[in-house]
């Protein structure tokens, strides 16, 4: 009897009814057959996305803008047809000029060289050293993404140069003191122009000067200028409020006076254009009648100043005995 066959020899396994021509060529199917597989379930994998709360998701099919799409499931065309970019439009991002945070998820965060962004020259041909940070968000993905090249790289070289130009504008003391909230209101409104005209898809939402101080050799020198200027500002207060002290009160003081004297004044050419007026009755009176006002003027006269006069005796001129007539009381004066 004859051995059976070994176990790969063609008549042997699934291949054993094939006819001998095809068993090559089904076998290099079978080998196919698994990287197809692999290729269907890696497409099918890739045909669908998930698109965050904060984000949305640009599509481009070859290479050409098809759609924005919000966040949820998506699905697209999978082996590259359809390109995904995932575009945070909710997140607040920012840029840092003159200095730099350690740790920054956003690559374009922070300078590879902050201390040529930081020096700048005022107005008034100063030096100073300026650190400020910059707000920003995506406001249109479409734009962001195919209007300018490198738009962040675009949006710090533009934030540079207006703020250089804002310092320009003004004085060192205000860099360094009062002035500072309206260098950021000017800088940005003035990004928000430039935005809107670049049609970068960048809104800009804030600007906020972090540390403006003079350069280091010459730190001590402001230092004491300042100290000076606080110094002379105390002391005009000081003088401000002696000034306040005395000056309200000798103004208080001379207009009392000048009160008064316009009083007594007043009162007194009153009182002379009364003295007139009644003049002026008594002289009408007087060349109507002048022995009859002489007499009378007189006897008014007198009846005003006797009683002033005290205890008078009048005698004629003919009495010859001066006792008689005086009534002398117990205390031994004489009456009126």
Known sequence: MRPPPPHNTPSSGPFRDVPPGWRFQLRFAKLLLIPLVLFVAAGAFSAYYTVRPESVAVIQRFGRYQGTYDPGLHFKLPWGIDRMTIVPVKRQLKLEFGFGTKGATNDHQGSMEPELERDMVSGDLNAAEVEWVVQYGISVPREFLFNVRNPEETLR???????????????????????????????????????????????????????????????????????AKQEREELINQANGAYNQVIPKAKGLAAQRISRAKGTAIQRVNQAEGDVARFRELLAQYEKAPA??????????????????????????????????MN????????R
């Open 328 to 335: 002398l009381n117990s205390s031994g004066t004489p009456a």
């Open 157 to 227: 070289d533009v934030s540079e140069a207006v703020m250089c130009e804002v310092i320009g504008d003004r004085t060192v003391d205000e860099i360094l003191t009062f002035g500072r909230a309206e260098i950021e209101v000017d800088t940005l409104k003035r990004m928000k122009n430039l935005m809107e005209s670049y049609h970068m898809g960048i809104r800009v939402e804030q600007i906020q000067l972090i540390n403006v101080h003079p350069p280091r050799p010459v730190q001590q020198s402001f230092d004491e200028v300042n100290r």
């Open 292 to 325: 009859i006002t002489r007499q009378r003027l007189y006897l008014e006269t007198m009846g005003e100043l006797l009683p002033k006069m005290g205890p008078k005796i009048i005698l004629d001129e003919d009495a010859k005995q001066f006792l008689p007539l």
